[in-house]
């Protein structure tokens, strides 16, 4: 069964800047997740970048993402893939959100959002394919 994990809980109100909970994902057999963000509710005139961290001990993060979403404005879904297959030193994820706020009106940037991951399962080396052959005439 692949694992779900909440890096940002469903219906999260995010007011600053800031990191959700690490997630241990050592245990994953494919290291890919398909991640949706999620937003319900913001404001007029401002903007929310989401990314997701990768650390080997779930204590030191480095300076750059794994994977940065596209900036959001408005309501909606936004999804994309994380592949860590070829990061085998990543065992700790986490996802940071940026909030940014500009104009005349409330000074408090506000979206109510939710981010999940849903891990991709492996392709099993048993599954059969077929093969085309190659017709030569």
Request: proline share 7%.
């Amino acid at each position: 069964m692949p694992a779900k994990l909440e890096l940002i809980p469903a219906s999260t109100r995010l007011e600053a800047t800031g990191d959700g909970a690490s997630f241990d994902i050592s245990g994953s057999a494919s290291r890919t997740f398909f991640c949706r963000l999620t937003v319900t509710e913001q404001i007029e005139q401002e903007s929310l970048d989401v990314s997701i961290w990768g650390s080997a001990d779930g204590e030191t993060w480095p300076k750059k993402p794994l994977l940065k979403l596209p900036q959001q404005f408005y309501r909606g879904t936004t999804k994309m893939v994380l592949d860590l297959s070829l990061r085998p030193e990543v065992k700790f994820i986490r996802a940071r959100w940026e909030l940014n706020r500009w104009g005349r009106v409330a000074p408090t940037a506000m979206f109510v959002a939710g981010m999940d991951l849903v891990e991709v399962p492996p392709m099993s080396r048993e599954t059969p394919t077929k093969r085309m052959a190659l017709v030569t005439g």
